[in-house]
């Protein structure tokens, strides 16, 4: 594959406001010049923003792009996800990320699939071949794990129910990644791994959202960030260095894809790509 054909895929979430919906219309427009695979849009705690989603997903198709919708089962009745199945069906929706979602706070277990392989092993038995189904992987184990090993193993689960290929949480060691796809492999796992990417623009943000999903930031990045203060324009450029950094090193190791969570910015992820030349 010569290197400017590089696949990526973007992930957005769907806006809450009208102003969020025409700001990420122009978003799109502006990350379209990369070619996208497709773009994938996520899917709230409970289902709780699967009317957004759903239109999210209606105005990529309506532009001429493939679109994947995230698909949660947590609370999820076999009923009510046969029928979400057949309206993502009838759109055009060729592609699937099938997670087992977050809980909602406040929210008991309930639902009628308790793991994602529940959930891709229902979607192949409803409808063998309508859809590629998309699975998470977690280089660092997924923060709810067990151990590293029983989190392998319900990985293997999943793609032994169906699914067709995995998009991993983010994360900034490569060697992670390896290892992981190294060991998935030796259980006999066999199918693309594509890494999660995720841009850095703000330190707090970052340090957040790495808390709350149990992505690790290595020491000598958060010393960097920290050392930045407020200084945005350094944290950005920072940034840009670091993660450039990591998808060399991912598609130099053979890495499938990149997948970019793009926080509905198009900044950061159009000038990486740059950078790679994709």
């Not at 890494?195 to 990045?221: K, N, T």
């Amino acid at each position: 594959m010569s290197p400017d054909r590089f696949p990526v895929s973007i992930e957005f979430f769907p806006p809450k406001t009208p102003e969020g919906v025409e700001k990420l219309r122009l978003v799109r427009q502006q990350l379209y010049a990369l070619k996208p695979e497709f773009c994938s849009v996520t899917f709230g705690a409970g289902g709780s923003t699967q009317e957004g989603t759903f239109n999210t997903v209606r105005d990529i198709l309506s532009e001429g792009m493939s679109a994947a919708s995230h698909f949660s089962c947590i609370g999820a009745t076999r009923e009510r996800v046969r029928e979400q199945l057949a309206t993502l069906k009838a759109m055009g929706v060729k592609r699937l990320v099938a997670l087992r979602g977050d809980l909602p706070s406040g929210y008991g277990t309930g639902g009628e699939f308790q793991y994602a392989s529940d959930l891709v092993a229902f979607i192949r038995a409803e409808m063998p071949d309508d859809f590629h189904i998309e699975v998470a992987a977690y280089p660092e184990t997924h923060p709810q794990a067990k151990s590293p090993e029983s989190d392998l193993k319900a990985f293997a689960a999943k793609v032994q129910a169906g699914a067709n290929s995995a998009i991993t949480q983010y994360f900034y060691n490569s060697d992670a990644y390896f290892r992981f796809v190294e060991e998935a492999d030796a259980l006999g796992v066999q199918i693309p791994v594509v890494p999660g990417i995720m841009p850095i623009a703000s330190s707090s943000q970052l340090m957040r959202f790495s808390d709350a999903c149990g992505a690790e930031i290595p020491r000598w990045i958060r010393l960097r960030l920290q050392a930045f203060g407020d200084d945005t324009a350094s944290i950005k450029a920072f940034g840009l260095d670091v993660v450039t950094d990591l998808c060399e090193q991912l598609r130099a190791g053979g890495a499938p894809g990149l997948h970019f969570y793009s926080m509905n910015q198009s900044a950061a992820t159009l000038e990486i790509c740059r950078r790679l030349g994709v």
